[in-house]
């Protein structure tokens, strides 16, 4: 069996799922308009390398704990509607197709809250993200164990494969695309590095490597 690993945002979708969520909030007058600046500004320091990887999932997690679950599972579905289903991209679809008997995962730093729902919609069992903390029903705004961002993505397929009795090193192919320098942990640990419309670091690391290079938007 081959595996291959797929990063969600601006790799599968035209856009960032988090970024998106807390625009769709602020539209929603969930929340203030003045948080649309923090969270381009964020996304910026997240797309550079600047931003700390707890600093990144507890910015987003922060609006969370003020909206009880039933409240938060009725916007998750008007969002997955409105906001990501015009950003999954037919190519990927198609590339995940084209891996259709492998063993095969989405791994992304987003909450596994906001991306169980697109995974589905992608119709990939496996999903690889970070965990929320929960606690009697409600999001505390904190999370479980490490972020599943940089090496973090390593440490969490590392416990996934585990908890079926494989290492990285039992597939004799492994495929991880993703477009940030932040995957660059795991892009360097699998067979097959794939840079999906890469950001300007990825590109510049990619073609220095000779790592095959794909767009997914036509």
């Not at 409105?82 to 891996?99: N, V």
């Not at 932040?182 to 590109?203: C, G």
Request: aromatic share 8%; net charge negative; with cysteine.
């Amino acid at each position: 069996m081959k595996l291959a690993l797929f990063d969600l945002d601006n790799t599968l979708l035209s856009g960032d799922t988090d970024v998106e969520w807390l625009d769709f909030l602020v539209e929603r007058g969930v929340l203030p308009a003045s948080e649309r600046a923090a969270n381009h500004e964020m996304d910026r320091r997240y797309r550079s390398g600047e931003a700390a990887a707890l600093e990144y999932v507890r910015f987003y997690l922060r609006f969370y704990p003020a909206h009880d679950m039933s409240t938060l599972l009725g916007l998750r579905e008007r969002f997955v509607q409105k906001r990501i289903g015009p950003r999954m991209l037919p190519a990927a679809r198609e590339l995940i197709r084209s891996h259709g008997k492998d063993l095969i995962a989405i791994i992304t730093a987003t909450n596994r809250f906001l991306t169980e729902p697109i995974a589905a919609a992608f119709g990939v069992e496996h999903l690889i993200a970070t965990e929320p903390q929960i606690e009697h029903g409600r999001f505390t705004g904190d999370i479980v164990g490490a972020p599943c961002m940089r090496e973090g993505k390593i440490e969490h397929l590392e416990r996934w494969l585990a908890a079926r009795n494989k290492t990285l090193e039992d597939f004799p192919e492994s495929w991880f695309y993703s477009d940030s320098i932040n995957d660059l942990p795991l892009l360097a640990r699998v067979t097959h590095p794939v840079a999906v419309d890469p950001d300007i670091s990825l590109e510049k690391i990619s073609r220095d490597r000779g790592w095959r290079r794909l767009t997914l938007r036509g």
